[in-house]
């Protein structure tokens, strides 16, 4: 008995070893503050779901990095958002969410119809955003006081980008 108790035992430990190592792979996913804070930004953000290919695929079931146009750092963070074509109207005021994505380095919104919506200056908040595209985003108006608080890297980009 004590002979045949020994291979299990064996197979326990190595199960427990592969668990452990899935389960460290999982933690270092998507961080879940960071999923919870995408979620957010995709329940406020009006688009038309039949015309949306990335954001209409957001959801619980899968891991925040692998959503199409999310890129992550390899702590989870997210540090890439891609929503150009997404068909997005109306505006970025509610989606808190977005501006608590501290790791954020490069935003997306081109080509969105974002009328009347002014960039919102908690932008400025995203202290490591260094490229933000809203070629043809529909922004109009107050960007140079919006930006102020911004980095002098951002508000280059936004100049290329032929916004201001
Ligand atoms: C959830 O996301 C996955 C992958 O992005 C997608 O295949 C699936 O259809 C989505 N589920 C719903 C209910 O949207
Ligand atoms: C962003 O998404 C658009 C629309 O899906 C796609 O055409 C474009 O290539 C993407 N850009 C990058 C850098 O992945
Ligand atoms: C933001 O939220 C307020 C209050 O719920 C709502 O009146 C407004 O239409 C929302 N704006 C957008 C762009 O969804
Ligand atoms: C702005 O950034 C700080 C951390 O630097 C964070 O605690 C705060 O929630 C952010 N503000 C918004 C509106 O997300
Ligand atoms: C911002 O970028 C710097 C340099 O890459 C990095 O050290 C820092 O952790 C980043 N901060 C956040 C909140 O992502
Ligand atoms: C802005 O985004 C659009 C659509 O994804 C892309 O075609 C364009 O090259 C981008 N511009 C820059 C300067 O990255």
Redesign the pocket.
């Known amino acids: 008995m004590r002979i045949l108790l020994l291979p299990w035992l064996f197979l326990i430990s190595l199960l427990a070893n592969f668990l452990g190592i899935t389960m460290i792979l999982v933690s270092g996913q998507c961080q879940n503050d960071q999923q919870s804070m995408l979620l957010q930004m995709k329940n406020?953000l009006?688009f038309d779901s039949s015309f949306s290919v990335h954001l209409v695929q957001w959801n619980q079931s899968t891991d925040c990095c692998t959503w199409s146009g999310v890129d992550c750092d390899v702590d989870g963070h997210v540090i890439g958002i891609n929503l150009s074509f997404e068909s997005i109207s109306?505006?970025l005021?509610?989606a808190t969410g977005l501006f608590g994505l501290q790791y954020l380095q490069s935003l997306n919104l081109a080509y969105n119809s974002l009328n009347a919506?002014q960039i919102p200056s908690r932008f400025a908040n995203l202290t490591n955003l260094t490229h933000l595209n809203l070629s043809t985003a529909g922004f109009v108006g107050q960007i140079p006081i919006a930006i102020s608080g911004m980095t002098s890297g951002i508000k280059a980009w936004i100049a290329v980008l032929g916004v201001v």
């Open positions: 406020s009006v109306g505006g005021e509610n919506a």
